[in-house]
């Protein structure tokens, strides 16, 4: 895989999918000069007194010619990917140093930045708790949200101040100075039907570089979470 980073200045040249080799054409593939060469040898042995029928001739180029359509076809369609995956690395390559929300609990509190995410309520609930843990699992911030309706519970968090749907939520008295950056998990519970349920969680984190694969998937490296497929992003942050 190779690895597209801000201040490479030429992304694709490296590109596997765009750049690979062509296979050689193997002594033992018949090519359209020796299949009309084989064709004319048997012409010129066949007996006199018992001639091919003409139509098995006939047959015998229009199958090599559908053959060789499907090949020439073949090649167009690989030329067409290769550039198609081209100009998505291109455009990924612009999210470098950006943030995008994707589903996680985990996440990198970037240095006098916040963490925006979302939190999917399947039913409508009388409290919503959330506690933040860090990357080590010791437990250093917490926050009660109330009841919430079933829907999508936006969030944002700069450490010591955090907003769900763009109100604030009361300052947690555990970290009244605020979180240093780094990396943290987020837990988010609810009481549904009785039982203690965790909430399904979509945060931000910013993109540190864009993997493309050998099949041209592209593959967002994000700081704090790791890789993560740009078909999961959920929202591209301003």
Request: glycine share 8%.
């Amino acid at each position: 895989m190779n690895e597209i980073a801000a201040s490479d200045n030429n992304i694709f040249g490296d590109l596997s999918i765009a750049n690979k080799k062509k296979e050689e054409v193997k002594d033992n593939e018949l090519g359209q000069h020796a299949f009309l060469k084989l064709m004319i040898t048997q012409l010129e042995n066949q007996d006199p007194l018992s001639p091919k029928d003409n139509t098995e001739f006939i047959a015998q180029l229009a199958q090599f010619s559908s053959v060789e359509s499907l090949d020439r076809l073949n090649n167009n369609f690989d030329s067409f990917t290769n550039n198609f995956v081209a100009n998505q690395a291109l455009q990924a390559s612009t999210l470098v140093g950006r943030s995008v929300t994707v589903p996680t609990d985990l996440t990198q509190l970037p240095i006098g930045g916040v963490v925006n995410g979302s939190i999917d309520v399947p039913t409508s609930t009388g409290q919503i708790n959330i506690n933040i843990y860090t990357e080590a699992g010791s437990l250093v911030d917490q926050f009660a949200l109330g009841a919430h309706p079933a829907g999508e519970l936006v969030l944002r968090w700069d450490g010591r101040n955090l907003e769900a749907n763009g109100e604030l939520v009361d300052q947690s008295v555990r970290n009244p100075d605020g979180l240093p950056p780094g990396t943290y998990r987020f837990e988010v519970t609810s009481n549904i039907d009785g039982d203690e349920t965790e909430l399904a969680t979509a945060l931000s984190a910013n993109v540190n570089s864009v993997t493309v694969g050998a099949n041209g998937t592209l593959i967002l490296n994000l700081a704090g979470i790791g890789p993560v497929s740009l078909a999961d992003v959920k929202q591209f942050n301003e």
